[in-house]
């Protein structure tokens, strides 16, 4: 499914790369969502990005993380779990994206898009998993996964704060962060306990 998933965002990408009108009918305009009733922007807005740059780091966190959530996912609901993770992103994509929606509503300026907020899901859901596994920045500095991860929400809720100049939905990050930690805990029961031993058992 994670594959499927980034082949998918990667070919609507693209065309949006090509064709100003398909990012404009697929971004996220909160805007249209609230007063032309364009709801379905909340969800072609995750397969959408700014640049190559922003698909790629998206596509390669979605990979490591997404990938070790799902593998869970399908040893403990067996081919169930495949769905369920699929479900749990698209979920992830639209609720992460309303406080920015709500917020925006009536600014006509703003609009975002990205997989950034289902991304975070992932990474947050994976960090709960498995929080001491390694994070390697630019493969030079390496951190606890749980480190990165307190890092990665810090940044994305200071930079929600700034405009939305770039047309990066940042509050989504944080947003799909939490929305990530509290879906592992419920679909995976003794997960969080779980983190919490390897987190306070840890020795450097």
Known sequence: MTVLIIILTVIVSYLGFNSEKTLQNCMNHPYSVVHRNEYFRLVTSGFVHRDWWHLIFNMI???????????????????SGIYIYGLAYVVAIILSDIPFTVEKRNQNAYYSYGASGATSAMMLASVI???????????????????????FVGYSLYRSRARNEDGVNHSAHFYGALLGILFIIIAVPGSFGHFLTEVTNFRF
């Not at 390697?136 to 500095?141: A, D, M």
């Open 61 to 79: 966190s979605l990979y490591y993380f997404g990938s070790v959530v799902e593998m869970i996912l399908r040893q403990k609901y067996g081919s």
């Open 129 to 151: 998993l498995s929080p001491m596994s390694k994070i390697c920045l630019y493969f030079i500095i390496c951190l606890p996964a749980v480190v990165f991860a307190l890092l």
